[in-house]
């Protein structure tokens, strides 16, 4: 049975999703504020989201894509989904690279906020449909995204705000 706790495949990746979108809304409140002090917290948010991101990127490729490959008749979707995650990923290279949270940064963050955007609504409204009609095991496979996710995590060193909560 389904809980709270243990989320199946498409509520676990959808739970990563607006919790990055939170991190993306805060940022945009504070290059809007500007300052000093919210540089520091700039910076400390993009390394979050880019981390956040590179996980969730991460346990979808290694799990999530393949097991729909095999359960849904559509590759052109994948596709589209793994060249959309190469994208994120220059741009996520391109923030990781910079020193300071500036104009710059800013320009970018706003820019892979609108691409991660794009990509989610597809994810919501065309393969997470899709998975949930397939025959696939969602809640085994949702075990293995979140086991996979916190062996990352752990790997990274830096466990990101949320994390206990995922225990
Ligand atoms: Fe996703
Ligand atoms: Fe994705």
Redesign the pocket.
Known sequence: MTTLVDKDACEL??A??IAVKHLFVEYARLAFAGGDSAAAQKLALAQSICGELTV??QI?EEI?YPALREAIDEPQLLDE?EAEHQQAKELIAQIQQMPAADAAMDELVAQLNRA?EH??KE?RCELFPKARIAEVDLDALGAQLKERQQELVAAAGKPPGRAAKRK
């Open positions: 990746l959808d990563d999703h969730h990127a979808e999530f989904a991660i990509h989610v994810e």
